[in-house]
């Protein structure tokens, strides 16, 4: 389980440390800085794909992305009588990205690319990785690094303590985790690359009258929903053949009392079929509601039988009724019984169903941001209360 995030310099998070819980509840006012908390995640997901470059040339390049106020923070100038905007800046420009938890830990630093480096490319908006380490247990030190690569040299810690070169050709905008891969040579790279590359991430569901989700589909087990939902029927039957029927039916009366789900088959063709009291005929999906079918998108999303190391679900309340809310909250507390969760949300009833729902047991919390000074800072988070971190040298 992560324990711990770190987010430098990127957009409004200009030095964001945060602890981790099993189920952890961001929300704030709109503005506040929680889509960049998102993205941020899916950066670091992107990392273990190579894509982290590619994701910020979508967001503009590297200096889009950057934290656009003094070094020290617009507040901490204020306080200090310097200007907000001109002040010297003696740290380099860049976005850095990390988490930590009791086994493992991994940071990147994506920074500007050289004024050399610059003259030769027509791609002069491609950050650099100027360095990553991966370390062993919550806290970066020299005595816990096992990987660090620094440019274009990775070198790991043997058993002996001992240090070895394995590659000096990496690119300065291919991670250490897209590119080495050989458990043998390096199995610490390996596993946090398996880590992140089992993230999930969903933040929208389309319900319009095209959506793939409202068409049937040849079935093919599907123990992961797709992206854009439309294996749905198979996923939901994956469930139920897997052992899951129980939860199903038990997530599905506390949102719907009284309806049952059914998938047909029909020469090879999966379809949704639900029934609802007071109906003569069951729906197809086709003439299911936005809301209704967003609603069974989640729970073929967080019932799935493999679960993933973290859930980050974004706005998950969009589309779904405020009667809805209630049941949401008890179908991330059943995920939670497998993974930990990241849901991003600005909907108060949902917060204060997570929060009365303890998780069966599991721990919860609530992170409320707030933007002071274009900054965003975690509503009563004090200096003590961050998890202690360091970033990896250059």
Known sequence: MISTLAIESYRSLRQLVIPLQTVNVVTGANGSGKSSLY???RLLADTSRNGAVAALAREGGLASTLWAGPQAGSSDAKRRGYPTQGTVRTAPHAVKLGFAGDEFGYAIDLGLPGSSAGDH??????PEIKAECIWHGPELRPSTLLVQRAGSV?????????????????????SMLGELGAPEQAPEVMAMREQLRSWRFYDHFRTDASAPARSSRVGTRTPVLSSDGSDLPAALQTIVESGGDQKLAEVL?????????????????????????????????????????????????????????????????????PELFAPLAMLIEVAAEDAQIIVVTHVASLVEGLEAGHTAGKSVQTLELSKVDGETRVVGQRGIDKPSWSWPTR
Request: aromatic share 8%; charged share 25%; hydrophobic share 40%.
């Open 154 to 174: 990775v070198k790991i810690r043997s058993d002996d303590g001992s240090w070895t070169i394995i590659d000096h050709r990496l690119q300065p905008y291919d």
């Open 121 to 126: 490319t027509a791609f002069k908006l491609d």
């Open 253 to 321: 009366d506390h949102a719907f009392p009284g309806s049952r789900l059914e998938v047909t088959d029909r020469s090879g063709q999966l379809e949704i079929v639900f029934r609802q009291p007071g109906l003569l005929r069951p729906l197809a999906s086709a003439e299911l509601s936005d809301g209704t079918l967003r609603y069974l998108l989640l729970v073929a999303a967080l019932l799935s039988p493999r679960p993933p190391a973290l859930y980050v679900l974004n706005e998950p309340e969009t589309s779904l009724h």
């Open 39 to 41: 993205r941020a995640l």
